[in-house]
Every structure is written in structure tokens, then in C-alpha cells.
């Protein structure tokens, strides 16, 4: 060995320093955008060759072309650019693919509700009247050119802005309260960690089981036969519907800086004052929507109101007695009951457009969302 | 409208942990009163329990008395509520409602308070706070702007027009100028050397010039090690302290010669 003896401890720290240098960025040299374009058209005459040519399935082709495409602009694009350019490409192309994979299903399931749905929904008579008195022998004749469609949704429509306006007004006070008690006076102890934990349990109760809960408490009450109301339908979504409230509340008033709190505090102002006059209204935009994105979680459930509330015919305006609809538990009832068995096409296209109407209600919750958090957001204007 | 301070035998408690150990001291009314030490001395601590503010810390308690003009703020019964009302704070960063312009900035703790004004006297406060806090020509013409939209030195003396429209006795400052740059400090120290006629100040500061600047009083705290409460070391006028202190470390803390 001719190597020059050395302290271990200076050995330990030169080998150190030369892992150090050895951290050198792999170069890249520029490359132009040209091939990826001739790659890509390459790829998709791949899939259009194994799609109409050899027969494979158009999507089986669409993988086998995008994987060919992955791979050949990586090789192509390490070789003239280096290591980074290529796996940066793949890397790009993955984040891509994994976002049209995310997209296609909700655009798709858009489509086909507007296509399907469209010219009903929009029609006076759908949106204004019942199904009082509608039968098979209506959709027959319908069928066979010799009536008009009949029959509508908009009990339905009424059942839906009911009960979801019930169970809003049911929870939106025990989950902001909850929240509150979380945030600000419950902190770490031992009943906020309690509530918290009940929070995450009830945020996975199966909607169906919520629905259960709801008739059972309201037969103790009202006795089997008149359980069936559109309260409780309301209490079965509130079960559903408070968790996401306080959880959301909670993240809201989580974030407004202590240095808020601690300022109004030291300006003499009781805890309880603060909490409404500087907290809350420094939350108030994150809050607003977080109750509205969960109003629109629950307004489309349809199986704990199908056991809670039943299925009603005609339009109910008292949430007190007798069953509801709404446009969830209408679609399925369409669906799966059509009114003629053997003609089926009519109570279908009436499904479709409750539906298409039930997304409406959900997107134009969402927008009313953004919107009342640009309205509350704190201004810095200058 | 400014009041003398009594401190005795004032412990401070975090949990188990000794924060603060054995603090007395006289803080003379219409005075400018600066704490220097190194940070984690409980220099902070100790300003906050001056109007009870430490309570907001899950855990924190105190042992001691603390007395304005004789009346004990620990004694049974004292909201700290009021306390505060008569103790007004200025904190280290910045803190104006993003969600009020800044007028209601400004008007905030008496509003907040629920107390009715009419439109006139409320703009007579908002007027005679902010000249108070040297910022009324700066936004006399933006009142109703958001207060967040102004500089980080204009947002400090918002918060100070903000403390001395309760009409406090005793104005307490943590680190206030800590993070602005020299030019809103100087309007800062400024600013505390015309408060002084009307109010009593307390000032934490690690900026042992602007304590000399600003100060008649300083006190000294410090720690004997990691984990040892904190202490005040000397208490004394600034020109003796900073000329001929009594206590070695309070020299050694001045001149640079630990930190």
C-alpha cells in the first residue's frame, strides 16, 4: 500500500469534500420543440394504424401509442438534450395524460346529461308541474305519437330546495358552533380531541346509514306510519352535512392569524366580541363557501332521503307531513321504476332531465361560492 | 391619563416551566420605560402579563402582584377585560383588521366595544388618533381604504392611532419597530418621545441604540443559563445604565462582549 498515511478524521472529511464536487448538474444542451411535434404525429399515426388496421381496441391503441410516444421523445430528447431535457419531457407528458384521465369522466358525464336532458329540462310544463295522475298508459300513448309528453318535476325541484334549505338551516349553526368551540376555546383538551375524533368518524358514515338514523328517530316520535317527512330528510342530511361544515369551519378559522385576536383582545374587547366581530368576519369568505360546497355535497344524495322521506307524486310544501321528492330520488325512481313498464323511453327522458337539473342546482351552487368568497375576501387594495 | 406601575415579586409561569423569576420594579407615570435583554429572557413574557395578555397562552399563570395607581390587576375579581381597556398594546408585527378600512381601523376599539358615537365624534377620534400617531397627513385623503394596503411603518402607527383611541393609561410596545426599516423607525421613536407627555410607555426592544434614544428608564433582564427563569438584572435610569452600569453582565450585555 503506498498510500500516505493519514488521521482517519482528515480521511473521513476529505472523502466528504469530494462527494461534495462530485455533485455536479448534468448538462443540457438547448434542443427545439420540432421533433416532440414529429414524435407526437408519429404516435398518433401508431394508434390510428393499430386502431382501423390491425383492430385493436381504439383505447388499447391510444395507450400503446402514448406509451411509444413517452418512450421515444425521452430517448430522442436524452441524446440531444441530456438526461434532465429527457426525463423533464416524460415527466411533463405524464402530468398531461394524468390530467386528461382526471377531466374525461367529468366532461364526458356532462355531455351526455346535457345531450340526454336538454330539451326537457327547460320545458314550462317539466319544471311547473307534478306527477299527480300521470300513468303507463300516458307515457304509451306519448310513445305512439297520439299525446304530449305529461308529467313534471317540479315537485321535486320544491322537494329538493326544501330539505336541503332544512338541513343547511340545521347545521350550518351546530357545525359553525362546533367550530368555533374548537378553535377558539377548546384547543388541545381532552373534549376537543373527543369532538374532533367523532368529527372524522361521522365524516365516513355510509349516507344510507344517516338515513336510518333519521327514520328510526322520527318513528320513536311519530310512530311508523307518519315517520316519513321532509324534517326527516333534513336531520338524515344534516348528519351527513355537519362534519363537512365544522371541518371546513374549523380550517377557516384556523388560518386567521393570532395576531388578529390578540390585537382586538388588547384593545379591551371580550373574547366573545372578538370572535364575532374580528374572527368570523375575517373568515367569513372561506366560511361561506365551505358551507356551500357542502350544501352541494348533500343535495344530490338520494338514499338516506329514499328511507327517510319516501317518494312522493305530487308537490308537498309542508315538511311536517307526508313524503317529499327531490330531484335525486326522483331520477332514481324514473329510472328504476319506469311508470310503463313497457314503455320505457318517456320516464327516461324525465329522469335525464331532473338530472341535468340537479347538476344545474350543483354548478350554480359552486359559482355562487367563488363568487361570495371574492365578496367576502379581505380587500389590500391600495 | 397616565399611571404609575407597581411590579412585586412578579413569577411567571409556563406550566411547570419558570419563565420569569422574582421582577420588581416602579414604572413612573409619563415616562418612557425600555427592556433590553437577549431574546428568550422573558423580556415579552414579562411586558404582556402588564395587561394580562399572557393569559391568552394556553398554561401561562403568574405569582406576584401587579398594581396600576395601587389597584392590584391580579387582585380577585379584576376583569382582565378591563385591564386592558386601560392598557393599551402595540405588537411586534404589524397587525391592522384586514377586513376594516382605516377609519374602522382606527375606531376599532371603541366600536368593537359597542359603544355608539355619532358620526361627528367619530371622526373627530379618528382625526386626533391618527395626528397622535403622526399618520393623519399621510391617509387623511384614503380613510376609507384598507388599512393592509399601507406601508409596513404607516400600518405600525395605524396600530398605535389604534391603541390610544381607547385612551388608555399605560401604552405597552413589544419590539415595535422590529420589523420596520431605520426611516419608520425613526417616526416610530419619534412618535413614542410626543406620547410620553400623555402616556406612560413601555417598550421592549433588542435595539439597545433606540433604547438609549427613546428611554428614561431601561431594564436589563436576562438569563443565568438555558432552561434558568429569566431575571431583571438592573433596573435603573438609561443614562447610568448604559454609561456605568452596576452589574457586570448588564456591561458585557451593552458593550457587545456577549450575546
Not at chain 1, 402514448?66 to 411533463?92: C, E, K, N, P
Not at chain 1, 374572527?279 to 367569513?284: E, S
Not at chain 1, 310503463?340 to 355562487?368: C, D, F, G, K, T
Not at chain 2, 382605516?102 to 379618528?126: P, Q, T, W, Y
Amino acid at each position: 500500500m503506498s498510500t500516505p498515511t493519514r488521521s482517519p478524521e482528515s480521511d473521513i472529511h476529505h472523502s466528504r469534500m469530494d462527494d461534495l464536487s462530485g455533485i455536479v448538474p448534468s448538462p443540457v444542451r438547448p434542443t427545439s420543440d420540432r421533433p416532440l411535434l414529429l414524435i407526437g404525429l408519429g404516435a398518433v399515426a401508431v394508434w390510428l394504424v393499430l386502431w382501423q388496421v390491425v383492430g385493436l381496441h381504439m383505447v388499447v391503441g391510444l395507450v400503446v401509442g402514448y406509451l411509444a410516444f413517452l418512450l421515444v421523445s425521452y430517448l430522442y430528447y436524452r441524446a440531444a438534450g441530456g438526461q434532465r431535457v429527457g426525463l423533464d419531457i416524460v415527466v411533463r407528458w405524464l402530468v398531461y395524460a394524468a390530467f386528461v384521465c382526471a377531466v374525461v369522466p367529468l366532461i364526458s358525464m356532462l355531455w351526455t346529461v346535457i345531450g340526454q336532458g336538454l330539451p326537457l329540462a327547460f320545458e314550462w310544463f317539466f319544471i311547473s308541474t307534478d306527477m299527480k295522475g300521470i300513468t303507463g298508459t300516458h307515457d304509451q300513448a306519448y310513445a305512439a305519437g297520439e299525446g304530449p309528453l305529461v308529467g313534471g318535476a317540479g315537485h321535486a325541484i320544491i322537494g329538493t330546495l326544501i330539505v336541503t334549505g332544512l338541513a343547511t338551516v340545521i347545521s350550518v349553526p351546530i357545525g359553525m358552533f362546533t367550530a368555533i368551540y374548537l378553535v377558539e376555546y377548546g384547543g388541545k383538551n381532552a373534549l376537543a380531541r373527543g369532538i374532533r375524533f367523532l368529527v372524522d368518524v361521522m365524516t365516513g358514515i355510509p349516507s344510507i346509514v344517516a338515513g336510518l338514523f333519521a327514520f328510526a328517530l322520527f318513528t320513536q316520535i311519530f310512530g311508523i306510519r307518519d315517520a316519513k317527512m321532509g324534517l326527516a330528510g333534513a336531520v338524515a342530511l344534516s348528519v351527513l352535512m355537519i362534519p363537512t361544515v365544522v371541518r371546513n369551519s374549523e380550517e377557516m378559522l384556523r388560518i386567521v392569524p393570532n395576531e388578529l385576536r390578540e390585537a382586538s383582545l388588547a384593545l379591551g374587547v371580550p373574547k366573545w366580541r372578538t370572535i364575532a366581530k374580528v374572527v368570523l368576519p375575517t373568515a367569513a369568505s372561506g366560511l361561506a363557501s365551505g358551507i356551500t360546497l357542502a350544501i352541494a355535497r348533500v343535495i344530490g344524495e338520494t338514499a338516506p332521503l329514499l328511507v327517510a322521506i319516501g317518494f312522493a307524486r305530487e308537490f308537498n310544501w309542508n315538511f311536517l307531513e307526508g313524503p317529499m321528492n327531490t330531484l335525486a330520488v326522483y331520477t332514481y325512481w324514473m329510472f328504476t321504476k319506469p311508470l310503463s313498464p313497457a314503455v320505457i323511453e318517456p320516464s327516461q327522458e324525465r329522469a335525464w332531465a331532473a338530472a341535468l337539473l340537479l347538476v344545474i342546482l350543483v354548478v350554480a351552487l359552486n359559482l355562487l361560492a367563488r363568487f361570495i368568497a371574492k365578496i367576502f375576501a379581505p380587500k389590500s387594495g391600495r | 391619563m397616565s399611571k404609575r406601575i407597581d411590579v412585586n415579586n412578579l413569577n411567571i409561569f409556563y406550566g411547570d416551566f419558570h419563565a420569569v423569576k422574582d421582577v420588581s420594579m416602579v414604572i413612573e407615570p409619563k415616562s418612557v420605560t425600555a427592556f433590553i435583554g437577549p431574546s428568550g429572557c422573558g423580556k415579552s413574557t414579562f411586558i404582556r402579563t402588564l395587561n394580562r395578555m399572557h393569559e391568552v397562552i394556553p398554561g401561562a399563570r403568574v405569582e406576584g402582584e401587579v398594581s396600576i395607581d395601587g389597584q392590584n390587576l391580579y387582585g380577585r375579581g379584576v376583569d382582565p377585560v378591563d385591564v386592558r381597556r386601560q392598557v393599551g398594546m402595540v405588537f411586534q408585527r404589524p397587525n391592522p383588521f384586514p377586513t376594516m378600512s382605516i377609519r374602522d381601523n382606527v375606531l376599532a376599539g371603541v366600536r368593537l366595544n359597542s359603544k355608539r358615537m355619532s358620526r361627528k365624534a367619530a371622526d373627530e377620534l379618528c382625526e386626533q388618533s391618527l395626528r397622535g400617531a403622526n399618520l393623519w397627513n399621510e391617509v387623511k385623503d384614503r380613510l376609507d381604504k384598507p388599512g393592509s394596503g399601507l406601508s409596513g411603518g404607516q400600518q405600525q402607527r395605524l396600530c398605535i392611532a389604534r391603541a390610544i383611541a381607547v385612551q388608555p393609561e399605560v401604552l405597552l410596545m413589544d419590539e415595535p419597530c422590529s420589523a420596520l426599516d431605520p426611516i419608520s423607525t425613526l417616526a416610530i421613536e419619534d412618535l413614542i418621545n410626543e406620547l410620553k407627555s400623555d402616556y406612560t410607555v413601555v417598550i421592549v426592544t433588542h435595539n439597545m441604540q433606540q433604547a438609549a434614544r427613546v428611554s428614561d428608564r431601561t431594564g436589563f433582564f436576562n438569563l443565568e443559563a438555558t432552561g434558568q427563569p429569566g431575571q431583571l438584572v438592573e433596573f435603573d435610569d438609561t443614562q447610568k445604565i448604559f454609561n456605568n452600569p452596576t452589574k457586570k453582565a448588564t456591561e458585557d450585555y451593552i458593550s457587545g462582549r456577549f450575546g
